[in-house]
T-cell receptor
């Protein structure tokens, strides 16, 4: 199967600082990537759709100025949490669909990034 | 996107067969049914996908009745390592479509 990586796997930062999370498709190109947030014992919540070469599309209630998304290339999308606060502490997961597979809209997920804001 | 309903949690014992049913009454004609598995602190992983009838792969079976308003994921002879959250998703077949996750079913396999 296809591989999606995330970096870092975990990060601890002070309140008010910014944190960048990278999502890479290692062996395929992804014009679209998705960013999710998951709080403990809860399901994944879609935050935004990252589009290569154009602006990201944010879900309702997600602040685009706080969660900056840049899809710099066909294999890399970054999510920057600006001025992070403790309530931003969560598990951030990215996914990327791969075309040409036999499965319909199969998404490959990264391993996630655990963000803890002190 | 069709909404899905699953049991919040299930318990089982090693070696048993586990069946998790998902309701999706508003499934559209072009929607596929896909199940993902998520272990703690990891991203979800694709398990199985189907459109109608029965699909089987090396890890699970998926049963879909004729009206497609529900589906059942069957895990044969579960082991402790099958303890995870299982998500049922319903959506169109176009690559690049976002996935909407429901609550999922937290399966606990006991020794």
């Amino acid at each position: 199967g296809a591989v999606v990586s995330q970096h870092p796997s975990w990060v601890i930062c002070k309140s008010g600082t910014s944190v960048k999370i990278e999502c890479r498709s290692l062996d395929f190109q992804a014009t679209t990537m998705f960013w999710y947030r998951q709080f403990p014992k809860q399901s994944l919540m879609l935050m935004a759709t990252s589009n290569e070469g154009s602006k990201a599309t944010y879900e309702q209630g997600v602040e685009k100025d706080k969660f900056l998304i840049n899809h710099a290339s066909l294999t890399l999308s970054t999510l920057t949490v600006t001025s992070a606060h403790p309530e931003d502490s969560s598990f951030y997961i990215c996914s990327a669909p791969k075309t040409g597979t036999q499965k319909h809209n199969e998404q490959f997920f990264g391993p996630g990034t655990r963000l803890t804001v002190l | 996107l069709a909404k899905t309903t699953q049991p919040i949690s299930m318990d089982s014992y090693e070696g048993q067969e586990v069946n998790i049913t998902c309701s999706h009454n508003n499934i559209a004609t072009n929607d596929y049914i896909t199940w993902y598995q998520q272990f703690p602190s990891q991203g979800p992983r694709f398990i199985i996908q189907g459109y109608k009838t029965k699909v089987t792969n090396e890890v699970a079976s998926l049963f879909i009745p004729a009206d497609r308003k529900s589906s059942t994921l069957s895990l044969p002879r579960v082991s402790l390592s099958d303890t995870a959250v299982y998500y049922c998703l319903v959506g169109g077949g176009n690559a690049g479509n976002m996935l909407t996750f429901g609550g999922g079913t937290r399966l606990m396999v006991k020794p």
